[in-house]
């Protein structure tokens, strides 16, 4: 089975970048749908960025002109770059991967890295 970890959290200002990195091991990403989520204190795990097998991207609103996901399968890992972070982006971040569709939906993703903290001062 797929085994991701999540690198690249801080603390940065506000209007600031951030690159998070999820690396795979066991197996190559290539067959999986991809996708970020993220989780601020006290609130549900949300939907923030996903890619299809095909690189077909799709992004939360929240999240839309200012985050890019990405996947190298060559690496197999997945990127996400933050830019113009906000506070309200504060939160744990989380890769996943799916063997099925790509898709915004939390319970259809098999499987979960540890989490990446981002931190984003006003």
């Known amino acids: 089975q797929a085994q991701l970890v999540e690198s690249g959290g801080g603390l940065v200002q506000a209007g600031g970048s951030l690159r998070l990195s999820c690396a795979a091991s066991g197996r190559t990403i290539s067959g999986y749908a991809m996708a970020w989520f993220r989780q601020a204190p006290g609130q549900e795990r949300e939907f923030v960025a996903a890619i299809s097998r095909s690189s077909t991207k799709y992004d939360a609103d929240s999240v839309k002109g200012r985050f890019t996901i990405s996947r190298d399968n060559a690496k197999n890992a997945v990127y996400l770059q933050m830019n113009n972070l906000k506070p309200e982006d504060t939160a744990v971040y989380y890769c996943?991967?799916?063997?099925?569709?790509?898709?915004?939906?939390?319970?259809?993703?098999?499987?979960w890295g540890q989490g990446t903290q981002v931190t984003v001062s006003s």
């Open positions: 996943a991967a799916t063997l099925g569709i790509v898709t915004s939906i939390i319970k259809n993703y098999d499987y």
